[in-house]
């Protein structure tokens, strides 16, 4: 989001609205989904016309789109803002579990939606992907696989593929939020981090 102090009152105004329709969205896509949607229902739950939703984006896949690579940029800048403050390779990779959890606990109407363009073989929302936001999600890849690595090279954890490492802290973390996001699931957010920390840093082998 822009900053708003840098801007006139007539920006900041169109910026609050931007959101506004952002903001609604996002809870529609996740209550209803993309197809269940309108323009029409996104303007209502916004509280203005049909009209004023087409001065900000003129179709929904530009709407959707937009929330998509906004909510990505928060979640990315919040993870690695969090890593980095984090003080040792350990620690780091804990953090990678544990921020990525808070995020999606905070924002569990996103998450749903992330969910869903993550796992869909929907065209109609596959095509809207575009190369900055593809860019994003691989330069975000890539710390985490870095992050992995560096931990690998200073002797703190085991040496295996990185990527498939990274791939599969996401396979591993994703369901469990989602069945806890859904309310499935008996565990606090707590305990599944405890959980995938455990898993992670333990493994599977019984303790003798």
Not at 59 to 84: C, G, W
Not at 142 to 147: A, G, I, L, M, R
């Amino acid at each position: 989001m822009p900053d708003t102090v840098t801007l006139s009152r007539k920006q900041r105004d169109q910026e609050l609205r931007r959101q506004d329709f952002l903001s609604a969205a996002e809870r529609l896509f996740a209550r209803n989904g993309y197809h269940h949607t309108t323009m029409e229902d996104i303007a209502h739950e916004a509280q203005y016309g049909t009209g004023t939703i087409y001065l900000y984006f003129k179709t929904k896949d530009l709407l959707y789109e937009a929330l998509l690579e906004r909510k990505i940029a928060e979640y990315i800048a919040f993870m690695q803002k969090r890593v980095r403050h984090a003080d040792g390779h350990l620690e780091k990779i804990r953090t990678l579990i544990s921020a990525k959890l808070e995020f999606f606990e905070r924002h569990r109407e996103f998450f749903r939606i992330y969910l869903a363009e993550m796992t869909t073989a929907d065209t109609s929302l596959r095509r809207c992907v575009n190369k900055r936001r593809e860019k994003m999600y691989y330069e975000h890849q890539s710390f985490v696989t870095q992050t992995l690595s560096e931990a690998m090279r200073a002797g703190a954890i085991r040496k295996v593929d990185p990527n498939m490492l990274a791939t599969t802290l996401t396979g591993v973390i994703n369901p469990l939020l989602s069945e806890w996001i859904k309310e499935r699931s008996k565990k606090s957010i707590c305990e599944l981090e405890q959980f995938i920390m455990d898993l992670l840093f333990n493994g599977l082998e019984k303790t003798k």
